[in-house]
């Protein structure tokens, strides 16, 4: 069965960082975009960063210079490096991927989540 699993998050002070991973199991051919989203309670998921199958990324404005997300295709996973981390980062973190199939088909793929709490 083919899933996204998520690591990495945690408690961190202000001003610390963290790495997220995201590690896709199961058989696949190859994933395209994979991007990390997150959520607080009461507010929709938002994008904060994506990055295509020819490395270009992408960044919400709100994490742009600290924030930085890269992929490793051998691995089949993606990371997500955060710097400078403020209290207003504090979210579940999930991770997104089109993932495509030995069939040719593709479908879009989360993880579970995983939390991510920055202490003033």
């Known amino acids: 069965q083919v899933q996204l699993v998520e690591s990495g998050g945690g408690l961190v002070q202000a001003g610390g960082s963290l790495i997220l991973s995201c590690a896709i199991s199961g058989t696949i051919f190859s994933f395209n975009t994979m991007a990390w989203y997150r959520q607080t309670p009461g507010k929709q998921r938002e994008l904060v960063a994506a990055i295509g199958a020819d490395g270009r990324t992408n960044y919400a404005d709100f994490v742009k210079g600290r924030f930085t997300i890269s992929r490793d295709n051998a691995k089949k996973a993606g990371y997500l490096q955060m710097n400078s981390l403020q209290p207003e980062d504090t979210a579940v973190y999930y991770c997104?991927?089109?993932?495509?199939?030995?069939?040719?088909?593709?479908?879009?793929?989360w993880g579970q989540g995983t939390q991510v709490t920055v202490s003033s």
């Open positions: 997104n991927s089109d993932l495509r199939f030995l069939s040719g088909r593709v479908y879009t793929y």
